[in-house]
Every structure is written in structure tokens, then in C-alpha cells.
């Protein structure tokens, strides 16, 4: 896909580059019957203004794009992306480059914002989050070859870099934990079963569970408060409940304390409970919840300095954050039903 250029214009009118530039940028120096023919032919073929050409000019970007495809309302009340957002804008800062952040609820939606992105010069390059199994995303942006940094990975990734943690080995110490503590019934409760990475958590909490002969079974929700205290009270009604209650993120673990104690059961001498990605809000809960810790603003700045060295023309390659850790807190204990 070619974007049209003031050399095309130019052709067209049969006049210099400069006169098609005085013209479009509403400057003396043409007639204003060239002025007119100028910006029709402009019109026709669909020509947009190149906000970045003098950032660019100068090999220095001036804005990135991030798009996420999740409900506004849950994504205010998560804290991952607050923290990743603010890792990102911490470093773009310095650079003296701005983020630009757009909101859509499905991938066809995303990729036609990254398309009108790309036709109108609007960012120089895009962070790429929560990939698919099947992320058409991949080889739009390829085709469109704009510069593009995927938070997730590495597999999946086609040729784009990728800034990634290690969510199976996170995954396995979470299990571990729980199986030392006595615990042989453990459920997760994982985001939604169409994303890369809940996948990679499924499979290691499978591998894993097995490994220790222990049973593990994973429900799928939506991030949100709301189902995770759904499939909290579905996993407690079941005939053999679990005794420990994995969570994909902070907003359901809290969500899922709060539901189990208002069933009339103690947390953790009754249910453990493990949060992925310690935040505030697992300090707000009672008991304070135990919780698998990344440093998210550092993956956000991260993901930020290899976009602008991938804008900048700069080799770029996978980087590995380092491994999450285990914060352990009030929510987990011993399995009361292996003691007896």
C-alpha cells in the first residue's frame, strides 16, 4: 500500500513540490487558481496532512499510538494498565513524545484504527496488547509496516519485537506454593480464554498441577469484579470445592475474597487465595492477599524504549522482564482438610 505524497500531487499539477506545499499549507507564493487545483487533486487522491514530518525529519518521533480493545469502564478499574500506561508515559516524557490512547471493543475496530493511524501520519509507531491465539493484528500492522512493539509474547509475534514476562514460571511458582502449603483441590480463575497469555498460564498450570499430583481446574472470566465473583461462588458450590482459588488479576481476586467470605467462608483457613499482579488493591482486601508481583511501570518503560528505537531505525530484539515473584500475605495458609 503506497499513501500519496506531495511528489504525486505534484505530478498531477504539473507544478513544483514547493508550490504544492505553499498551496496545502495555506502560504503566499502560488495563484489562487494553482492553490485550488492543488487542493482538489489533494482531495482526490486522498491526501493527508503528515503531522510528524518535521519530528521526523530530524529522526525524532513526536507521538505513539496504544490502542486497547476492552471496555472503557473495566479498564478504569484495573490497575495493570494504569501502571503500564504510566511506565510508558514516564519514558515518552523524557523523550518529549506523546502517547495517544484509543479505546475499541473488538480487533477488526483496532486494525481500522491503525489504518486511519497510518494514512493520516498521526503516530509514528504503536503498542500492541493483550495478543490473540489468532491475531489478525500481527500482519496488519507488518503490512502496513508501521513500527510496532507487542506487550506479550514472544511466540505469536510474527516479525515485531516483543517486551515479555515469564508468565509460566510465575504460574508454576504460584502452584507449587499452594501444593507445599497441603492444598490438592486448586481452581483458577483466568481471564478470557481467547488471549496468548492465558493460554501460556493454562498449560503451565496444568503441566504443573500434574507434576505434584494435584488436581487444578481453570474457569474462564473477564477481568472484571463482577465475574470474578461469579466463578468464585460457581467453584464454591461445586460437590468437591477447591481449597485455593488462583486469580488472573488483582479486580477479580478481591472481588472473589469479598464474594467467599460473604458465603460464609473463612479466608485463608477455610480458601487460599492468590492474586496475579500485586497492586493497592490487594493490600485494601481482608486479608491481605498473597499475589504474583511484576514491576509493571518498569515492563511499560521498557516497551517504551524499544518503540522509539524501533521508530528511530535502531535494531531491536525480544527483551525478557524480569521473572514475577511471589508476595506472600494473610490469604494463603495451610490446608486444613490434608492436617487432619
Given at each position: 500500500?503506497?499513501?500519496?505524497t506531495?511528489?504525486?500531487?505534484a505530478?498531477?499539477?504539473?507544478?513544483?513540490?514547493?508550490?504544492v506545499?505553499?498551496?496545502?499549507?495555506?502560504?503566499?507564493?502560488?495563484?489562487?487558481?494553482?492553490?485550488?487545483?492543488?487542493?482538489?487533486?489533494?482531495?482526490?487522491l486522498?491526501?493527508?496532512?503528515?503531522?510528524?514530518?518535521?519530528?521526523?525529519?530530524d529522526?525524532?518521533?513526536?507521538?505513539?499510538?496504544?490502542?486497547?480493545?476492552?471496555?472503557?469502564?473495566?479498564?478504569?478499574?484495573?490497575?495493570?494498565?494504569?501502571?503500564?500506561?504510566?511506565?510508558?508515559?514516564?519514558?515518552?516524557?523524557?523523550a518529549?513524545?506523546?502517547?495517544?490512547?484509543?479505546m475499541?471493543?473488538?480487533?477488526?475496530?483496532?486494525?481500522?484504527?491503525?489504518?486511519?493511524?497510518?494514512?493520516?501520519?498521526?503516530v509514528?509507531?504503536?503498542?500492541?496488547?493483550?495478543?490473540?491465539?489468532?491475531?489478525?493484528?500481527i500482519?496488519?500492522?507488518?503490512?502496513?509496516?508501521?513500527?510496532?512493539?507487542?506487550?506479550?509474547?514472544?511466540?505469536?509475534?510474527?516479525?515485531?519485537?516483543?517486551v515479555?514476562?515469564?508468565?509460566?514460571?510465575?504460574?508454576?511458582?504460584?502452584?507449587e506454593?499452594?501444593?507445599?502449603?497441603?492444598?490438592?483441590?486448586?481452581?483458577?480463575?483466568?481471564?478470557?480464554?481467547e488471549l496468548?497469555?492465558?493460554?501460556?498460564?493454562?498449560?503451565?498450570?496444568?503441566e504443573?498441577?500434574?507434576?505434584?499430583?494435584?488436581?487444578?481446574?481453570?474457569?474462564?472470566?473477564?477481568?472484571?469484579?463482577?465475574?470474578?465473583?461469579?466463578?468464585?461462588?460457581?467453584?464454591?458450590?461445586?460437590?468437591?470445592?477447591?481449597t485455593?482459588?488462583?486469580?488472573?488479576?488483582?479486580?477479580?481476586?478481591v472481588?472473589?475474597?469479598?464474594?467467599?467470605?460473604?458465603?460464609g467462608?473463612?479466608?485463608?483457613?477455610?480458601?487460599?487465595?492468590?492474586?496475579?499482579?500485586?497492586?493497592?488493591?490487594?493490600?485494601?482486601?481482608?486479608p491481605?492477599?498473597?499475589?504474583?508481583?511484576?514491576?509493571?511501570?518498569?515492563?511499560?518503560?521498557?516497551?517504551?524504549?524499544?518503540?522509539?528505537?524501533?521508530?528511530?531505525?535502531?535494531?531491536?530484539?525480544?527483551?525478557?522482564?524480569?521473572?514475577?515473584?511471589?508476595?506472600?500475605?494473610?490469604?494463603?495458609?495451610?490446608?486444613h482438610e490434608?492436617?487432619?
Amino acid at each position: 500500500m503506497k499513501r500519496p505524497t506531495i511528489d504525486d500531487i505534484a505530478r498531477r499539477a504539473g507544478v513544483s513540490k514547493g508550490a504544492v506545499s505553499f498551496a496545502l499549507n495555506g502560504r503566499p507564493g502560488v495563484s489562487s487558481e494553482t492553490r485550488r487545483r492543488v487542493q482538489a487533486i489533494a482531495a482526490e487522491l486522498g491526501w493527508q496532512p503528515n503531522s510528524l514530518a518535521r519530528a521526523l525529519s530530524d529522526g525524532r518521533p513526536d507521538v505513539l499510538g496504544l490502542v486497547v480493545d476492552r471496555p472503557a469502564r473495566t479498564l478504569g478499574l484495573e490497575p495493570f494498565f494504569m501502571q503500564l500506561i504510566s511506565g510508558i508515559e514516564a519514558t515518552l516524557s523524557e523523550a518529549s513524545v506523546g502517547l495517544l490512547l484509543q479505546m475499541t471493543e473488538d480487533h477488526e475496530a483496532e486494525i481500522a484504527i491503525y489504518r486511519k493511524w497510518w494514512g493520516q501520519h498521526r503516530v509514528a509507531g504503536v503498542f500492541v496488547v493483550d495478543l490473540r491465539a489468532a491475531d489478525a493484528r500481527i500482519a496488519a500492522l507488518e503490512e502496513l509496516r508501521l513500527p510496532a512493539v507487542v506487550i506479550g509474547g514472544p511466540e505469536g509475534t510474527g516479525g515485531l519485537p516483543a517486551v515479555w514476562s515469564d508468565d509460566a514460571g510465575a504460574i508454576a511458582v504460584a502452584v507449587e506454593h499452594l501444593a507445599g502449603l497441603g492444598h490438592r483441590r486448586i481452581a483458577r480463575v483466568a481471564g478470557p480464554r481467547e488471549l496468548r497469555h492465558t493460554g501460556v498460564r493454562t498449560a503451565a498450570t496444568r503441566e504443573t498441577a500434574a507434576g505434584l499430583g494435584v488436581e487444578c481446574r481453570t474457569v474462564y472470566a473477564d477481568y472484571s469484579g463482577e465475574g470474578g465473583e461469579r466463578a468464585t461462588l460457581a467453584l464454591l458450590r461445586a460437590d468437591e470445592r477447591p481449597t485455593a482459588i488462583m486469580y488472573d488479576n488483582d479486580v477479580m481476586a478481591v472481588a472473589g475474597t469479598a464474594a467467599a467470605r460473604e458465603a460464609g467462608f473463612s479466608v485463608p483457613a477455610e480458601l487460599s487465595i492468590v492474586a496475579w499482579d500485586d497492586s493497592a488493591l490487594c493490600l485494601l482486601a481482608r486479608p491481605h492477599l498473597t499475589a504474583v508481583s511484576r514491576d509493571i511501570p518498569a515492563f511499560g518503560a521498557q516497551a517504551a524504549r524499544s518503540l522509539l528505537d524501533l521508530v528511530l531505525g535502531r535494531p531491536v530484539a525480544d527483551t525478557q522482564q524480569a521473572r514475577p515473584r511471589l508476595v506472600l500475605r494473610d490469604s494463603t495458609a495451610v490446608c486444613h482438610e490434608s492436617v487432619q
